[in-house]
């Protein structure tokens, strides 16, 4: 009777103290949250081409089936943990490497987008088989964001950010780019990114060269676009944003020539309008075919490059959850991307 008496007068206590941790924990993350927004605030006020640091990374492209390959057996060899955030995820050899490192013990937890535009039930078979794997999936919080539109990876210590979604066809069809890389700084704002997004919480950290929607991406973009003094190559899925297009259509005016492969109309019927907007204002717009262009990319005076899941549209830089990169661009680098745009829309003979 007596240690019915003391646990009845104890439990307002623990319910008492487990409220109080929790609201603390609740305010906690507030005030973090209002940190960090002030601090990115503060970073973007100050940001300019030469805070892009430099970065080692490997940058690879497709269509090449090898670049399958070499992201399975990345995930093969894993022994810690494989995060995945990425819109579409549908390709076999990939769904069946995450299920293997989840057999191995390996710390696997992937965020889908739950709405795929123009096709809902995408990515639905994929969250249920990694679910009955025992993989740790969730879908996007779509109160955060339109949708959670990021191409990431972290695999162990490596990240790699590609502006390409997890399908046979970005492999095999598109014109995609991957960043492989190992910062240190990077990588732990990606892995707090996708740890946040994974929780459906809301988070406001980047680094200098990160990308990330809707954070500092229109900033850096256009930051980017407007240092630009010799030229600007851009490859784009598709267009559709006022203030992108009125920094292009400065630099044209000030004899910046400025020269955008894109998706063909017909992979992308919105292009047509696109097309002929940004054609009148002196922009030489290249259109392909084959590969299908999916990539999004900057190369600006074959100095600073942008890879990354935005495109340029105000949906992308404003409202979606979205990742990319800035970097100081390598020799190698601007001869294999010039060489790779040349390929996928020549100039135009006249």
């Given at each position: 009777?007596?240690?019915?008496?003391?646990?009845?007068?104890?439990?307002?206590?623990?319910f008492?103290s487990?409220?109080?941790?929790?609201?603390?924990?609740?305010?906690?993350?507030?005030?973090?949250?209002?940190?960090?927004?002030?601090?990115?605030?503060?970073?973007?006020?100050?940001?300019?081409?030469?805070?892009?640091?430099?970065?080692?990374?490997?940058?690879?492209?497709?269509p090449?089936?090898?670049?399958?390959?070499?992201?399975?057996?990345?995930?093969?060899?894993?022994?810690?943990?494989?995060?995945?955030?990425?819109?579409?995820?549908?390709?076999?050899?990939?769904?069946?490497?995450?299920?293997?490192?989840?057999?191995?013990?390996?710390?696997?937890r992937v965020?889908?987008?739950?709405?795929v535009?123009?096709?809902?039930?995408?990515n639905?078979?994929t969250?249920?088989?990694?679910?009955?794997?025992?993989?740790?999936?969730t879908?996007?919080?779509?109160?955060?964001?339109?949708?959670?539109?990021?191409?990431?990876?972290?695999?162990?210590?490596?990240?790699?950010?590609?502006?390409?979604?997890?399908?046979?066809?970005s492999?095999?069809?598109?014109?995609?780019?991957?960043?492989?890389?190992?910062d240190?700084?990077?990588l732990?704002?990606?892995?707090?990114?996708?740890?946040?997004?994974?929780?459906?919480?809301?988070?406001?950290?980047?680094?200098?060269n990160?990308?990330?929607?809707?954070i500092?991406?229109?900033?850096?973009?256009?930051?980017?676009?407007?240092?630009?003094?010799?030229d600007?190559?851009?490859?784009?899925?598709?267009?559709?944003?006022?203030?992108?297009?009125?920094?292009?259509?400065?630099?044209?005016?000030?004899?910046?020539?400025?020269?955008?492969?894109?998706?063909?109309?017909?992979?992308?019927?919105?292009?047509?309008?696109?097309?002929?907007?940004?054609?009148?204002?002196?922009?030489?717009?290249?259109?392909?075919?084959?590969?299908?262009?999916?990539?999004?990319?900057?190369?600006?005076?074959?100095?600073?490059?942008?890879?990354?899941?935005?495109?340029?549209?105000?949906?992308?830089?404003?409202?979606?959850?979205?990742?990319?990169?800035?970097?100081?661009s390598?020799?190698?680098?601007?001869?294999?991307?010039?060489?790779?745009?040349?390929?996928?829309?020549?100039?135009?003979?006249k």
């Amino acid at each position: 009777m007596f240690r019915k008496n003391i646990i009845f007068l104890l439990a307002p206590f623990f319910f008492l103290s487990s409220c109080t941790n929790e609201y603390w924990q609740f305010h906690e993350q507030k005030t973090k949250l209002t940190e960090q927004k002030q601090e990115t605030t503060q970073t973007l006020q100050d940001f300019s081409v030469d805070k892009i640091e430099p970065r080692s990374v490997k940058i690879l492209t497709t269509p090449d089936k090898k670049v399958l390959d070499r992201i399975v057996s990345m995930i093969d060899g894993a022994k810690q943990q494989v995060l995945v955030e990425v819109y579409i995820l549908t390709e076999k050899r990939i769904i069946q490497a995450l299920k293997d490192a989840k057999k191995r013990g390996v710390d696997v937890r992937v965020v889908l987008e739950k709405n795929v535009f123009g096709g809902t039930t995408i990515n639905t078979k994929t969250f249920k088989t990694l679910q009955t794997a025992g993989v740790s999936v969730t879908y996007d919080n779509s109160k955060l964001y339109n949708f959670v539109h990021t191409k990431l990876l972290i695999i162990d210590n490596t990240y790699i950010i590609t502006t390409g979604n997890l399908s046979y066809s970005s492999f095999v069809y598109n014109r995609e780019f991957y960043v492989i890389g190992t910062d240190g700084a990077d990588l732990q704002t990606l892995q707090n990114i996708f740890s946040a997004d994974f929780e459906g919480r809301e988070i406001s950290e980047s680094t200098n060269n990160l990308v990330v929607s809707p954070i500092n991406s229109r900033k850096k973009i256009e930051t980017l676009l407007t240092s630009a003094h010799k030229d600007i190559f851009l490859y784009a899925e598709n267009f559709w944003d006022s203030s992108i297009l009125d920094i292009l259509t400065q630099k044209v005016s000030d004899g910046i020539p400025v020269t955008l492969c894109m998706a063909d109309p017909s992979k992308v019927p919105s292009n047509t309008e696109a097309i002929a907007l940004l054609v009148s204002k002196g922009i030489d717009i290249r259109t392909s075919k084959k590969p299908i262009i999916h990539a999004k990319s900057a190369l600006i005076d074959d100095i600073y490059s942008y890879l990354g899941s935005e495109n340029y549209s105000t949906n992308s830089l404003d409202n979606n959850r979205e990742i990319g990169i800035l970097m100081r661009s390598s020799p190698e680098f601007v001869k294999m991307f010039h060489s790779v745009f040349e390929s996928d829309c020549p100039r135009t003979k006249k």
